[in-house]
T-cell receptor, first 115, second 115 residues
Framework: AQSVTQLGSHVSVSEGALVLLRCNYSSSVPPYLFWYVQYPNQGLQLLLKYTTGATLVKGINGFEAEFKKSETSFHLTKPSAHMSDAAEYFCAVSDAGQAGTALIFGKGTTLSVSS | EAGVAQSPRYKIIEKRQSVAFWCNPISGHATLYWYQQILGQGPKLLIQFQNNGVVDDSQLPKDRFSAERLKGVDSTLKIQPAKLEDSAVYLC?????????????FGQGTRLTVV
């Protein structure tokens, strides 16, 4: 069975500092990997995804993530945090072998950005 | 392109009452998901439809929850009778595996409070 572990339920950074949100997955088959962001009282918005090909994936709002198969990780980074990045971030995995397979989410990491 | 529409946005009911949520997916998306997001946790899949057929309802509490997707478009999720632990945000999402992308597009959700 697939699962996702997000290390750290809450991460606090200063504006301009590096953002690093950690995600490890467990999957018996090659997975698709996703990062979603959720702002208060909103649905989930896709930040980026890894399907195949280049392991460094760039997303919206300056975020990127690197798929490391040997470490079963897909950590999310951003070089310089903005106040507007404060939100809940979810890592998710799905079975690449079956199109349309439902996403399995981690518990989420709340990112706080201070001025 | 219009997004996933959900209604109502908020609902407060007493325990043992019934409630229904409505979802209209992105036009042309064959796959529709209902997720339950309890405060402080990641979304958990309740049921997945492919057109108007159920693909996965293994985590749906069938003694109280039911869902249908008439004509393979709109969907309704019902809870009867509601319990206190059903307080959560109910997210609807849709995807179109036919184009080789398994990312899901989410609606804004319905926040249910059971008192």
């Amino acid at each position: 069975a697939q699962s996702v572990t997000q290390l750290g339920s809450h991460v606090s950074v200063s504006e301009g500092a590096l953002v690093l949100l950690r995600c490890n997955y467990s999957s018996s088959v090659p997975p698709y990997l996703f990062w979603y962001v959720q702002y208060p009282n909103q649905g989930l918005q896709l930040l980026l995804k890894y399907t195949t090909g280049a392991t460094l994936v760039k997303g919206i709002n300056g975020f990127e993530a690197e798929f490391k198969k040997s470490e079963t990780s897909f950590h999310l980074t951003k070089p310089s945090a903005h106040m507007s990045d404060a939100a809940e971030y979810f890592c998710a995995v799905s079975d690449a072998g079956q199109a349309g397979t439902a996403l399995i989410f981690g518990k989420g990491t709340t990112l706080s950005v201070s001025s | 392109e219009a997004g996933v529409a959900q209604s109502p946005r908020y609902k407060i009911i007493e325990k043992r009452q019934s409630v229904a949520f409505w979802c209209n997916p992105i036009s042309g998306h064959a796959t529709l998901y209902w997720y339950q997001q309890i405060l402080g946790q990641g979304p958990k899949l309740l049921i997945q439809f492919q057109n108007n057929g159920v693909v996965d309802d293994s985590q749906l509490p069938k003694d109280r929850f039911s869902a249908e997707r008439l004509k393979g478009v709109d969907s309704t999720l019902k809870i009867q009778p509601a319990k206190l632990e059903d307080s959560a945000v109910y997210l609807c999402a849709s995807s179109s595996p036919a184009v080789g992308v398994t990312e899901a597009f989410f609606g804004q959700g319905t926040r249910l409070t059971v008192v």
